[in-house]
């Protein structure tokens, strides 16, 4: 699916997107059921320099981005705690790469977002004082994933993460050196758990964090057919988180399988103007929830590679701001993801 670009002067930053090399993956192992994370994986087994400065170049001003972990490259030995610094090596080896100036001007990967397992609790520490020294002074945060529902077909092959896991003292304990060390965290939950990260939020005010993928609505497994009966509750869900001042928001991951849109791996690729219908009502709330300072527009490639290409995803989002003013655009698209993540771009 081949697109006009959209107001193509429109500075973004990318604050969410992800790196990896799969070669044991291959397309003629895809799955029958066409669900989840791991069918993308199988699909984009490679994602790395080349091919994110492919997309980042596809026509959209994109200034920079922030990578997010997704369990690539971690040390093959050492300390099982450690194990997650070496995505964080990796990510900088990249981002040096393009900082170099050789690719062209995006500064890729200006942001580095990695995991540390937080149930560690005072041991976790000294993981993300680790991160910290090996991200060249990228390092900007932690994601320990937190998505869980009781229907495992919900999740998949991806797996859910134990159930409360915010709620654990061992995690928040772990947790409470992120502000200490001037860190952020990314929340991947479910929506009936964005509960989940209000009250981490009113525990740890001090503490920045930004709800990952609009809080991941729901349509598939059990939740099938259900989305429309469940907006209200998400969307209630929403505007309570929204309260908390240390709390952003991503406006993105809905072309994931997730929210079960019938977009997704669909055989003819739909366009941005059916994307921008469909994701419309969840965007809107986000904004008006959060405000443009606290919402920034995300990729979330290649994961969402899943439903459309890079320069159709943002076609998208440009149509479902079409109304907004250019201060709104400027925060939107760039300037919440730069004074989140502390860019210097």
Known sequence: MSEAILEPDLVIIDPHHHLWDRPGLAAATLPAVKHGFEHVVRKTPRYLLDQLLADTGSGHNVAATVF????????KGGPA????????????????????????DMAACA???????????????????????????????????????????VLGPLGPAPRGLQADPAFRRGFAHL????????????????????????????????LDHVGTPLGVASYAGRRAERFGVWA?????????????????????????FDTYMAETPATSETLAEDWRPYIETCIEAFGPARAM???????????????????????????????????????AARDFYRLAV
């Open 111 to 153: 942001g580095i977002v990695g995991h540390a397992d937080l149930t560690l609790g005072d041991e976790a520490a000294a993981v993300l004082e680790a991160h910290i020294a090996a991200g060249g002074g990228r390092f900007r945060g932690i994601r320990h994933m937190g998505a869980w529902d009781a229907d495992p077909d």
């Open 297 to 335: 527009f995300e990729s979330n490639f290649p994961v969402d590679f899943g439903t459309c290409s890079y320069a159709v995803l943002w076609n998208a989002f440009k149509r479902i701001t079409t109304g907004a003013s250019a201060d709104e655009k400027a925060l939107l698209y760039a300037g």
């Open 236 to 260: 209630a869900a929403i505007r309570e988180l929204a309260a908390e001042p240390n709390v952003f928001v991503k406006l993105g991951g809905l072309a994931m399988a997730f929210p079960g």
């Open 81 to 104: 705690a450690l194990r997650p610094v070496g995505e964080t090596e990796f990510v900088n080896g990249i981002a040096a790469m393009a900082a170099s100036g050789i690719y062209g």
């Open 68 to 75: 997010v972990q997704c369990g690539a490259m971690y040390r």
């Open 179 to 210: 502000a200490r060390l001037g860190l952020s965290f990314d929340a991947w939950v479910l929506e009936p758990q964005i509960g989940e990260v209000t009250d981490l939020a009113r525990a740890f005010p001090d503490t920045r964090i930004v």
